[in-house]
């Protein structure tokens, strides 16, 4: 079912639906689009929250305000092609089919499948590189999509932290192709990034904070109450944000992000065992501090140098642990280090 925004009135295409003959999924897209012809409509949103299904009332001015913006930042052009291939129930499929309609985009509709496949949109489609300009995909989408999305000129995943074997889909994908990342915040976008970026840009009316422990606090227009994401953020003077990753350690003192990766590496020539670098509260004054953490099973006269790092990077404390945790992954191995020295 093709929905031609760009050449069509809402109530147009509404008028060429036929009801009696619609399946269910186009049903779902016909009662959308009626909802949202309404400029003060409320619209329902669903998403999967494990075996969960949550929902939420949006306003439709709240819903085209963040498309616009996200139609913006991924570069959606007037006559773009696109592919909807989500439920119009669920938030997925509400975010693609509003931002084919603010962006006068030409929408082939399909019933809901994480196999996507590219319509046919034209007869000169088999001449020309892509086979659709703009696609809103879920991460699973892509995952079982494989075959067509090198034909996908844009594509926007929605995700909360794409996985690595998503990533490498993707980038081995096509080096003209541009990938962005979105996040949501109970069920709707607050921002986006092009895939492998560091910084997220706000999009929707939006305002972002940090909790008094450095978790990102979002203020938007979608909710009455303040969220507290339960992220660790790092917010730039420019309003973009990024995650702090499980490497590193905000300073509440000098209000500097300390590197675990850089003093581990900079300490390596110097210690001759195992060792990580954490941060955990200091002993007298429970603030937490940058702190070495060395495999020694026996108590002897221990020292090392610190040329290389700075101030605030030399570790406050040392502890030692007869028994180190075995992992290759160095964020698992520092969380398993906290437990153990929180339960001794």
């Not at 186009?26 to 969960?52: A, C, P, T, V």
């Not at 606090?217 to 507290?228: A, K, R, T, Y």
Request: hydrophobic letters at 35%; charged letters at 25%.
């Amino acid at each position: 079912m093709k929905l031609d925004f760009n050449n069509q009135t809402i109530n147009e295409i509404i008028a060429s639906i036929d009801e009696n003959k619609a399946m269910e999924w186009q049903i779902d897209i016909l009662n959308f689009l009626r909802k949202y012809q309404e400029q003060h409509s409320e619209i329902k949103i669903n998403e999967m929250q494990g075996e969960n299904i949550f929902t939420i009332a949006m306003k439709r001015e709240n819903i085209q305000n963040t498309v616009k913006e996200l139609n913006k930042y991924t570069n959606v052009e007037q006559g773009d092609t696109t592919l909807i291939a989500n439920s119009i129930t669920m938030k997925d499929g509400v975010i693609a089919l509003a931002q084919a309609i603010e962006g006068k985009m030409e929408a082939y509709c399909v019933e809901p499948t994480n196999d996507i496949k590219i319509p046919y949109t034209g007869q000169d489609q088999n001449s020309i590189h892509w086979g659709l300009n703009y696609v809103y995909l879920t991460e699973a989408q892509v995952q079982q999509s494989e075959d067509v999305l090198h034909r996908i000129e844009k594509i926007a995943v929605e995700t909360n932290g794409i996985k690595d074997e998503t990533k490498e889909l993707l980038f081995n994908n096509n080096q003209q192709q541009t990938v962005y990342e979105v996040f949501s915040v109970k069920s709707f976008p607050i921002a986006v990034r092009r895939l492998n970026e560091e910084n997220y840009s706000l999009i929707g009316n939006v305002n972002i904070s940090q909790s008094n422990d450095g978790q990102l606090l979002v203020d938007s227009p979608n909710f009455q109450e303040q969220i507290n994401t339960q992220k660790a953020v790092i917010i730039n003077e420019d309003n973009t944000f990024r995650w702090l990753t499980s490497g590193e350690y905000l300073d509440d003192d000098s209000n500097t992000i300390i590197n675990f990766d850089h003093i581990e590496e900079v300490l390596k020539p110097f210690i001759d065992t195992r060792f990580v670098v954490i941060n955990f509260p200091e002993k007298g004054t429970g603030q937490d501090v940058v702190t070495l953490i060395v495999e020694r099973r026996y108590m002897e006269e221990f020292s090392y140098l610190t040329d290389g790092l700075k101030e605030h990077e030399v570790p406050k404390q040392t502890y030692f642990l007869g028994e180190f945790p075995e992992n290759n992954d160095k964020a698992a191995i520092r969380k398993e280090v906290k437990r153990l020295l929180t339960t001794s």
